[in-house]
Nanobody, 123 residues
Framework: QVQLVESGGGSVQAGGSLTLSCSAS?????MGWFRQRPGKEREGVAQ???????TYADSVKGRFTIRRDGAKKIMQLQMSDLKAEDTAKYSC????????????????????WGQGTQVTVSS
């Protein structure tokens, strides 16, 4: 069982920046950030493999950066130029990924979840 602990949420004005961190109890191939905005379903924000491959939601491209370090057990989401619509509960997630032939890939389903951290952006 992988334990995930998030930190770094808070309140910020529009245009500001925040960095979220997620610490995993053990190495795991795929890590990602999801968010749930008020009245909306949960959506993927960004994900990163242990090899550094990244994907981003269109809504955050160019503003958010995901990275991993610390033997791949620490993941961060650097958020800049924050907008009111970025207000959400952000959750860290992790997954073993899948093997497709010789390739190890991350998928959209994640098996391990953190408790979440609130990000509030005021306009």
């Amino acid at each position: 069982q992988v334990q995930l602990v998030e930190s770094g949420g808070g309140s910020v004005q529009a245009g500001g920046s925040l960095t979220l961190s997620c610490s995993a109890s053990q190495y795991i191939y795929c890590m990602g950030w999801f968010r749930q905005r008020p009245g909306k379903e949960r959506e993927g924000v960004a994900q990163i493999s242990a090899e550094g491959g990244t994907t981003y939601a269109d809504s955050v491209k160019g503003r958010f950066t995901i990275r991993r370090d610390g033997a791949k057990k620490i993941m961060q989401l650097q958020m800049s130029d924050l907008k009111a619509e970025d207000t959400a509960k952000y959750s860290c997630a992790a997954d073993l990924g899948v093997w497709i032939g010789p390739s190890h890939r991350c998928r959209i389903e994640y098996n391990y979840w953190g408790q979440g951290t609130q990000v509030t952006v005021s306009s």
